[in-house]
């Protein structure tokens, strides 16, 4: 063996010297945790990163649906894009050339703008809950999310995939959340069968450790100071459930517009949900600001606080993909204790589909089944009302519901009759508190006034059509106390015009809309006419209208039910 000359022998022992001690003083440091230190510095200067980020004003952006611009794809196929939009329920390929992380125009009324709120607000775990979402409709979500909320606010966002199928929400999303947000705010969680909205939100909130959670749908977009008075408002009062104002997003082309206005949640007895006008607040008052109670909520936007959306049972795990859950929280939530707001100074921006982009495992009317279990559950002797509507539903198997009510036993929930009376006072009871109900049959023939069947958003001819004797509920009129004759929403009215038909539009308090019934003879005459409701026999078959009252016999109606007077 060659001898080293010494100096190189005495420079190899200082090396193995200082060689063992790094390796002993990082084994210590690991021991000692010091690493976990570095690893908190990282991520440290990585949050410090994202609030640089959120304190910049947001850049003036041009480009494709930039400022919430409508943007429509130049030269393309209009018969392409509408068979996508039947495809995929929205154009998704304007939506692929728009910014993940587009600006939209601060769109809150200017007196939400100088409110301060505290500084130190509970955090917010916000909730997306996904099944094979495009993928610009879901990041556009979480980067809208991420970027317009004070960090100090945001815990994390949670997107959870209930069981997706598409290639591009695997290995590929993975990526993409770890490049674009490597302090770790944004976490995927997937479940393992497909669950369905409502499961899948439990799910999600049990990935959740914040201490509110903001649920929202995957294709929202998230405008300046959308979080703020939301935490607010539960920091205020924890058992308050608050929900955004939700503006529109054209799923054609992805414009959004701010309703600016007032609307809050109601309900049909078939129950869907439906929007109310929130007014009597009036626009310039002074507490436009203030949040504003609801009956109901559209269900996919809502911020709860985290322990007491479990302790007011969090939702109906027997529901099933789609429906019912967004009435089911709301008439629990104010039966057992608790609040339901809207806060107009919170706007988010939602993608209005016309269609379901996803599929409905066995083909089940899951809105039906989820429907029947809420309505045995939570509205005693009212159920009935909603049967009114859905005859169908009458036998349905809807799964075992003990483990529900017990809940509502636990809770000593208050009853649906204290809900409508407290809570929703302007609803129309069909059957109570009315002059007569049910079927109005003409005396004369075995013809029945109905709707058939059309849209009752809309104004239309009242039709008739042969007795169901109660088996249909395009036949079911009210003759209310203040002599309207109604169905939920619509009275029936003489044209203005002069013409003789009548019509159904919204209830308003005009004189062409009373009508005064004799139950001795038969008459339904109109108070600002005086004219006789009447039976036409026309070339295209029977029709309503009114005529100079004549005592006819097709003048001559009778109602199925009298119950006051
Ligand atoms: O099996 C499913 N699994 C899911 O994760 C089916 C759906 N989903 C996800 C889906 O990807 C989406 O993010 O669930 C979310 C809601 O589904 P949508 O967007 O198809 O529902 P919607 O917007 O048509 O319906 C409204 O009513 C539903 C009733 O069950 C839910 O409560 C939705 O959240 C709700 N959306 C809103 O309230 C947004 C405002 C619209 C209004 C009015
Ligand atoms: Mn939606």
Known sequence: MRLLPRNLRRRRSTLLCFLLAAILLLGSAHYLGIFKLSSDLTQYSLRHIRYLKYQQLEPYRTGPGEQGNAFSLEGEDEKLIDDLIKREAFNRKASDKISLERSVKDVRDKRCKSITYPKVLPKASVVIIFHNEAWSALLRTAHSVVNRSPPDLLHEVVLLDDFSDKDFLKEKLETYIAETWPDGIVKLVRTKVRSGLIRARIAGANAASGDVLIFLDSHCEATTGWIEPLLSRINEDRRVVVCPSIDAIDAKTLEYSSNGGYQ???????????????????????????????PTM??????????YFFEVGAYDPGMDVWGGENLELSFRVWMCGGKLEFVPCSRVGHIFRASHPYTFPGNKDTHGINSVRLAEVWMDEYKRLFYMHRRDLLNTDFGDITERKRLREKL???????????????????????????????TNSSMCLDTLQKDESTVFEMGLFSCQNGGSSSQVMSLSKNDQLRRETGCLEESSDGGSKVSLRPCSDRSSMK???????????NQASGKCLDMGRGKNG???STSICNGSETQKWAMQHYLDM
Request: net charge positive; proline share 5%; with cysteine.
């Open 264 to 294: 809050i949640g109601g309900f049909s007895w078939s129950l869907h949900f439906t929007w109310q006008d929130g007014s009597p607040r009036p626009l310039e008052s002074s507490n436009y600001t203030k949040p504003i109670s609801s």
């Open 515 to 525: 009508w005064v019934h004799d139950k001795k003879t038969g008459t339904i005459i």
């Open 542 to 544: 029977d029709f309503v």
């Open 412 to 442: 000593k929930c208050k009853n649906f009759k204290w809900y409508l009376d407290n809570v929703y006072p302007q609803k129309f009871i069909i059957d109570e508190n009315v002059k007569a109900w049910g079927m109005v049959r003409n």
């Open 298 to 307: 559209a269900g996919g936007l809502f911020a709860v606080d985290r322990k």
